[in-house]
């Protein structure tokens, strides 16, 4: 019956049965079958993922830039701003009561950038 299992990280090959994590004694032992194993014996070098994260200031801040020309700080109503008039609005919402509670939406309008909160 040994050897019966693929070789999966975290899984006996004799019974299939998930596996204790390991100790900082070393040593795994299977609860089902009482098998031992060696946890060098448990990793598959050729399952082993690498990868690099490649960081790009320069696209980042152009994204800033481009955020910042639009003057959007999200999505855009209907509503009229109580400074200038203007008739569009964008909006974020935030749970920041009970949850059994509404939500609170803060708008910002799209010309003079007047800032309002409206619990909903």
Do not use: W
């Amino acid at each position: 019956m040994s050897g019966i299992f693929q070789k999966v990280t975290g899984f006996c090959t004799n019974c299939g049965s998930i596996l204790p994590p390991l100790r900082d004694t070393g040593g795994i032992t299977c609860y089902a079958c009482s098998q031992q194993f060696n946890p060098n014996s448990l990793i598959d070098v050729n399952s082993i993922v690498q990868y690099t994260i490649h960081f790009n200031y320069r696209k980042a801040k152009q994204y800033q830039e481009e955020k910042d020309e639009n003057q959007e700080e999200g999505p855009v109503v209907e509503r009229k701003c109580p400074k200038c008039g203007n008739q569009r609005m964008s909006y974020a919402t935030l749970q920041l009561r009970s949850a059994d509670e509404g939500q609170t939406v803060f708008y910002t309008c799209t010309k003079c950038k007047f800032k309002e909160s409206e619990n909903s």
